[in-house]
């Protein structure tokens, strides 16, 4: 079985990332579900069923929806979800996954109007959960419109359904570096550069500081089990973030916050960042990868 992993998202967060905000009451039906067939290698496994909440649009505070709309929405994990259930019947391999969630002020009946907050998909009428448990009760209008103000509107993203992670074998060539950990993979050659790190800004490394740089060689299972992991993360995400994805680091810390993700000589994102952390809920994903990686330094 795989394990989620929450991950507390403040109300503010939820209003950046959302597209479109709307006050809201169940429709009917309220719940649906959508079948979604999973076959590999010519073999059909049970199918993965999508749950779908129908609601009826009162209200627009963001985005192009209009009163009187029907909108389908799905959950904010449901890539997640699809990608974790087709391992699961597959390959009968689990995973770990970071699970972003809201936990509103009060407990609220939502079977009266509510606020919220969503993302466009593809599909015509349809928008998924900007996170897990993205509603808050109408109290909270004058506080969600001030923090409006403040966001700017994210563009509408593609919601599909992620491909099944291939095995190890089939990447030719990878390389993720995240802060102090490389990892590099060139045909059956996989390396892991375990960097050391001196975070004081008033004085320099002492001198053979560099010699403590590790340089191990991987196995194929070793490998195995980060490739599962970096399948879990958007790494296109990671190439559009800005200035309000980062905090500044305390000013005696020196910190260098980078990033590269290439796949089969492809580079799908590369920055750097100085005397900035991404902010927690981005940063946890990449830091279990690293935690694993430098785990395998025994």
């Given at each position: 079985?795989?394990?989620s992993h929450p991950v507390e998202v403040s109300l ?203 340089t191990l060689k991987l196995s194929a299972s070793e ?49 750097v960042h100085s005397y900035r952390f991404l902010r ?19």
């Open positions: 079985m795989s394990q503010e967060e939820m209003v950046r990332r959302s597209s479109d905000i709307v006050v809201v009451k169940l429709g009917s039906p309220f719940v649906m579900d959508e079948r979604v067939e999973v076959n590999e290698g010519g073999k059909q496994y049970p199918p993965y069923k999508r749950l779908l909440h129908r609601y009826l649009v009162l209200e627009s505070l963001r985005g192009d929806l209009k009163k009187n709309n029907i909108i389908e929405v799905v959950s904010a994990h449901d890539r997640e979800n699809e990608y974790t259930y087709r391992l699961m019947v597959t390959e009968k391999t689990s995973k770990s996954v970071y699970i972003p969630r809201y936990q509103p002020r009060e407990p609220f009946d939502i079977k009266q109007p509510h606020i919220l907050f969503l993302i466009k998909t593809n599909p015509a009428m349809r928008y998924a959960e900007v996170i897990g448990q993205s509603a808050e009760q109408l109290s909270l209008r004058s506080e969600i419109e001030r923090l409006m103000l403040t966001s700017s509107t994210p563009q509408p993203v593609e919601h599909k359904v992620l491909p099944r992670l291939e095995p190890s074998a089939v990447v030719d060539k990878l390389v993720f570096e995240f802060n102090n950990v490389r990892l590099e993979k060139e045909g059956e050659i996989i390396t892991l550069v375990i960097l050391p790190v001196w975070q004081d800004a008033q004085t320099g490394s002492p001198p053979g500081f560099e010699i403590k740089t590790r490998f195995e089990k980060i490739w599962l992991k970096l399948g879990a993360i958007d790494f296109k995400h990671y190439a559009t973030l800005g200035n309000t994805d980062f905090v500044k680091t305390p000013p005696d810390m020196q910190h260098v916050e980078q990033l590269r993700y290439q796949l089969n000589g492809i580079d799908v994102v590369q920055w927690k809920t981005l940063r946890e994903p990449l830091m279990a990868v690293q935690q694993a990686l430098q785990q395998l330094d025994k």
